[in-house]
């Protein structure tokens, strides 16, 4: 097989000395910026954005590796102890894990949180070293027309969200495509935006959006609404399972490595739907359905080793065709991009060495993952115990090290202050941050195929509309028009298990307020419940 | 701000009507911004520089005029929550507008004193604007930060951050 041939090669790579030294140090560093209360993944990536400027893109990205999932699983560790998710894929982990160790069993949801991220995570990534080639090589043949469908299906699903406001997702979304805008125009050499500002002549940072969208306008806004109250951990000793355990995590790891991996993988997927998907499935194939709610082991070992499938499969979209799907995504794309490298069909052709030396540490960093916390975890616990001022304190000092350090220009930190002056509005309107960080991001790319696509039907609409993209166009007025077509659908249609997903994740939105708002879209002539929108099987 | 509660006052009902208002600002400033783009000599291709602005303009003002439909109706943001944040007591506008000073300070001074201080001054302005009163502790960790980090640029990554008056001392 030619990709493990590859994947040995990759390995080669990923096992110098040096290259194995910046893997250990992206686990760490990514677990301690991530158990951190309120520092969610994509906040931790961020954060270490610049540190990973200074190495060879190579040794860099298998640096990310590490702090992606050390940062993941720092987060797991905050929810289960603290009940903080860091980001709404977590917000299940929280639900039943917080339970299980208030009930005293912290280090069992620990363990079965760290070991089914490692068997889901190294599934998964298996998955994505056998698909990726396969996908790419099919990539290369999609036309821009058709990509800039796939960007548009990336762009409305990250803007609908279940169970939050659709305007509110659409307005972020419009926000981030603006700032994508802002610089010269590469296919023109026109300035738009600029008003005249020299510094922003070749766009506004990444680092610096965002950085100021995650942390700083987080740091800002909780500052606001201080719960100014002792912090109760939960103590906890070694994680360890005993023989119980073990048998009612395996089976729910699986499913969730199955349920996790396709929608981390289709353009649109995200990490929420299926984390919620997993924690009803394993709620109603439990012999102990009187348990979840009151800290059920399933509902953390599904939901969590769901989030690490889902992760390793939004690679899969991330390195063949360039669209993130997740905030976390998001950033590395951009961090690739830093270095000149353009992810996407051809990437696999031009830079092998890169990207299989990238897979083969996403290998490294879960299993040095799984060796380093699980005896660390005591350690990590403490981290939570933080005061809050120093906590803010140093998001705030790191943030602003991070920016200037970026450019080594004072303009970029009051750039920040903007844009997180920015971040504080949305979180206080219920606009989500994804939209707008993927349009930021995914917009210059989408404007340049759209260019491309005209250019090549030499300004005929109809160029836009090949077959592959016709398709995806449907999907997103599928999606669009949900709350419409819903009503000429009869009652049954949509699975039961979806049904209870959604409602699901309505609840948890509505304890946790996380990214959510309420709009009357929902209220007026429908029912509050929708289907998952991504979950349509008929990807591209 | 005497009471912003989670989505629902008055006061908010009429502040978010701010919100779609700055979204049809911007979206009007982009669109006017594209159409005044002088036309462009290199330009390849049948759509200009100005195509993109203009349609990512009128949806922003399409959303705001949608947002402030929606407003009217009775929909709310939900401010989003956590477990540091309590949402029931209103916005404490003096712990941000202490934050924003510390973090403007920094900006200013970066140059001038170095990074050593100014990062100094930025993490004991916040801690106190967040509450702390340990001037000497929050003093030492501040000092340790920031001459750490600038030690830390310089040997661990090669990369020079601002000395400032510690000229000749680093």
Same mark, same amino acid.
């Given at each position: 097989?030619?990709?493990?041939?590859?994947?040995?090669?990759?390995?080669?790579?990923?096992?110098?000395?040096?290259?194995?030294?910046?893997?250990? &140090?992206?686990?760490?560093?990514?677990?301690?910026?991530?158990?951190?209360?309120?520092?969610?993944?994509?906040?931790?990536?961020?954060? @270490?954005?610049?540190?990973?400027?200074?190495?060879? &893109?190579?040794?860099?990205?298998?640096?990310?590796?590490?702090?992606?999932?050390?940062?993941?699983?720092?987060?797991?560790?905050?929810?289960?102890?603290?009940?903080?998710?860091?980001?709404?894929?977590?917000?299940?982990?929280?639900?039943?894990?917080?339970?299980?160790?208030?009930?005293?069993?912290?280090?069992?949801?620990?363990?079965?949180?760290?070991?089914?991220?490692?068997?889901?995570?190294?599934?998964?990534?298996?998955?994505?070293?056998?698909?990726?080639?396969?996908?790419?090589?099919?990539?290369?043949?999609?036309?821009?027309?058709?990509?800039?469908?796939?960007? *548009?299906?990336?762009?409305?699903?990250?803007?609908?969200?279940?169970?939050?406001? !659709? &305007?509110?997702?659409?307005?972020?979304?419009?926000?981030?495509?603006?700032?994508?805008?802002?610089?010269?125009?590469?296919?023109?050499?026109?300035? !738009?935006?600029?008003?005249?500002?020299?510094?922003?002549?070749?766009?506004?940072?990444?680092?610096?959006?965002?950085?100021? @969208?995650?942390?700083?306008?987080?740091?800002?806004?909780?500052?606001?609404?201080? /719960?100014?109250?002792?912090?109760?951990?939960? +103590? &906890?000793?070694?994680?360890?399972?005993? /023989?119980?355990?073990?048998?009612?995590?395996?089976?729910?790891?699986?499913?969730?490595?199955?349920?996790?991996?396709?929608?981390?993988?289709?353009?649109?997927?995200?990490?929420?739907?299926?984390?919620?998907?997993?924690?009803?499935?394993?709620?109603?194939?439990?012999?102990?359905?009187?348990?979840?709610?009151?800290?059920?082991?399933?509902?953390?070992?599904? +939901?969590?080793?769901?989030?690490?499938?889902?992760?390793?499969?939004? *690679?899969?979209?991330?390195?063949?065709?360039?669209?993130?799907?997740?905030?976390?995504?998001?950033?590395?794309?951009?961090?690739?991009?830093?270095?000149?490298?353009?992810?996407?069909?051809?990437?696999?052709?031009?830079?092998?060495?890169?990207?299989?030396?990238?897979?083969?540490?996403?290998?490294?960093?879960?299993?040095? *993952? @799984?060796?380093?916390?699980?005896?660390?975890?005591?350690?990590?616990?403490?981290?939570?115990?933080?005061?809050?001022?120093?906590?803010?304190?140093?998001?705030?000092?790191?943030?602003?090290?991070?920016?200037?350090?970026?450019?080594?220009?004072?303009?970029?930190?009051?750039?920040?202050?903007?844009?997180?002056? @920015?971040?504080?509005?949305? /979180? !206080?309107?219920?606009?989500?941050?994804?939209?707008?960080?993927?349009?930021?991001?995914?917009?210059?790319?989408?404007?340049?195929?759209?260019?491309?696509?005209?250019?090549?039907?030499?300004?005929?609409?109809?160029?836009?509309?090949?077959?592959?993209?016709?398709?995806?166009?449907?999907?997103?007025?599928?999606?669009?028009?949900?709350?419409?077509? !819903?009503?000429?659908?009869? /009652?049954?249609?949509?699975?039961?298990?979806?049904?209870?997903?959604?409602?699901?994740?309505?609840?948890?939105?509505?304890?946790?307020?996380?990214?959510?708002?309420?709009?009357?879209?929902?209220?007026?002539?429908?029912?509050?419940?929708?289907?998952?929108?991504?979950?349509?099987?008929?990807?591209? | 701000?005497?009471?912003?509660?989670?989505?629902?006052?008055?006061?908010?009902? =009429?502040?978010?009507?701010?919100?779609?208002? $700055?979204?049809?600002?911007?979206?009007?400033?982009?669109? %006017?911004?594209?159409?005044?783009?002088?036309?462009?000599?290199?330009? =390849?291709?049948? %759509?200009?520089?100005?195509?993109?602005?203009?349609?990512?303009?009128?949806?922003?003002?399409?959303?705001?005029?949608?947002?402030?439909?929606?407003?009217?109706?009775?929909?709310?943001?939900?401010?989003?929550?956590?477990?540091?944040?309590?949402?029931?007591?209103?916005?404490?506008?003096?712990?941000?507008?202490?934050?924003?000073?510390? $973090?403007?300070?920094?900006?200013?001074?970066?140059?001038?004193?170095?990074?050593?201080?100014?990062?100094?001054?930025? #993490?004991?302005?916040?801690? $106190?604007?967040?509450?702390?009163?340990?001037?000497?502790?929050?003093?030492?960790?501040?000092?340790?930060?920031?001459?750490?980090?600038?030690?830390? #640029?310089? #040997?661990?990554?090669?990369?020079?951050?601002?000395?400032?008056?510690?000229?000749?001392?680093?």
């Amino acid at each position: 097989m030619d990709a493990l041939n590859q994947l040995v090669g990759g390995f080669a790579t990923a096992l110098t000395p040096e290259n194995l030294l910046y893997a250990v &140090v992206g686990v760490l560093l990514g677990t301690a910026i991530g158990v951190l209360p309120g520092i969610g993944p994509a906040m931790t990536i961020a954060l @270490l954005l610049p540190l990973t400027r200074s190495l060879d &893109v190579t040794g860099a990205l298998i640096m990310f590796a590490g702090i992606y999932y050390g940062g993941m699983y720092g987060g797991s560790t905050t929810s289960i102890l603290l009940n903080t998710p860091g980001e709404s894929a977590s917000v299940v982990t929280a639900v039943e894990g917080n339970k299980m160790a208030k009930g005293g069993r912290a280090a069992q949801a620990l363990a079965t949180a760290a070991i089914g991220s490692f068997v889901a995570g190294t599934i998964a990534t298996l998955l994505l070293a056998v698909l990726a080639p396969t996908v790419a090589e099919f990539a290369v043949e999609v036309s821009p027309a058709d990509f800039f469908a796939i960007m *548009l299906l990336a762009f409305i699903a990250v803007t609908s969200v279940l169970g939050s406001s !659709r &305007v509110r997702g659409l307005a972020a979304l419009g926000l981030g495509l603006t700032i994508g805008l802002i610089g010269i125009d590469k296919t023109s050499g026109q300035q !738009r935006l600029t008003f005249g500002i020299p510094e922003i002549a070749d766009g506004i940072d990444v680092i610096v959006v965002a950085v100021g @969208l995650f942390a700083v306008g987080e740091a800002l806004w909780t500052a606001a609404h201080l /719960r100014r109250k002792p912090i109760e951990v939960i +103590p &906890v000793g070694n994680p360890r399972m005993n /023989r119980e355990d073990w048998a009612r995590s395996w089976k729910p790891w699986l499913r969730g490595t199955a349920i996790g991996f396709p929608f981390g993988a289709i353009p649109a997927g995200g990490a929420e739907i299926p984390t919620f998907l997993s924690y009803v499935t394993e709620k109603r194939l439990s012999k102990h359905p009187e348990e979840f709610g009151h800290g059920a082991i399933e509902g953390v070992a599904g +939901p969590e080793a769901t989030n690490n499938a889902s992760a390793a499969g939004g *690679l899969v979209p991330m390195l063949t065709l360039g669209i993130p799907t997740t905030a976390t995504a998001a950033i590395m794309l951009a961090a690739i991009q830093s270095y000149g490298i353009e992810p996407g069909p051809q990437l696999f052709d031009k830079e092998p060495e890169l990207v299989w030396g990238l897979i083969a540490s996403l290998f490294i960093g879960n299993t040095v *993952l @799984l060796l380093l916390n699980l005896p660390l975890a005591p350690i990590w616990a403490k981290l939570l115990r933080i005061p809050r001022t120093y906590l803010y304190a140093g998001i705030l000092f790191f943030s602003s090290l991070g920016a200037y350090a970026a450019n080594a220009n004072t303009f970029d930190l009051f750039l920040l202050a903007i844009i997180g002056a @920015l971040g504080f509005m949305m /979180r !206080r309107y219920g606009l989500p941050i994804l939209p707008c960080i993927i349009g930021v991001i995914l917009g210059p790319f989408a404007e340049q195929k759209l260019r491309q696509a005209l250019q090549i039907s030499n300004g005929h609409v109809s160029g836009l509309f090949e077959p592959v993209s016709v398709v995806v166009y449907c999907i997103v007025g599928l999606i669009l028009l949900w709350p419409v077509v !819903r009503r000429f659908l009869p /009652r049954k249609a949509v699975p039961s298990v979806l049904e209870e997903a959604t409602h699901e994740i309505e609840e948890a939105h509505h304890h946790h307020g996380l990214t959510s708002s309420v709009s009357v879209e929902r209220h007026v002539g429908d029912e509050a419940r929708r289907k998952p929108d991504p979950a349509d099987p008929s990807g591209p | 701000m005497s009471s912003a509660a989670p989505g629902g006052t008055q006061e908010q009902g =009429r502040s978010e009507y701010g919100v779609a208002l $700055f979204l049809a600002a911007l979206g009007l400033l982009v669109v %006017v911004q594209a159409l005044l783009l002088p036309e462009s000599r290199i330009s =390849r291709g049948p %759509v200009g520089p100005g195509a993109v602005p203009i349609v990512v303009g009128s949806l922003l003002v399409l959303v705001a005029v949608f947002l402030a439909l929606d407003v009217y109706r009775g929909g709310r943001g939900e401010p989003e929550g956590g477990e540091d944040v309590e949402l029931s007591g209103g916005t404490d506008w003096r712990t941000v507008l202490m934050l924003a000073a510390a $973090f403007v300070a920094n900006a200013l001074l970066i140059e001038p004193l170095g990074w050593p201080l100014s990062g100094a001054i930025l #993490f004991w302005g916040s801690a $106190f604007a967040l509450g702390s009163r340990h001037y000497v502790r929050d003093a030492a960790i501040a000092l340790v930060l920031s001459f750490g980090s600038w030690y830390l #640029f310089f #040997f661990g990554l090669g990369k020079l951050l601002p000395v400032g008056i510690l000229k000749g001392i680093l």
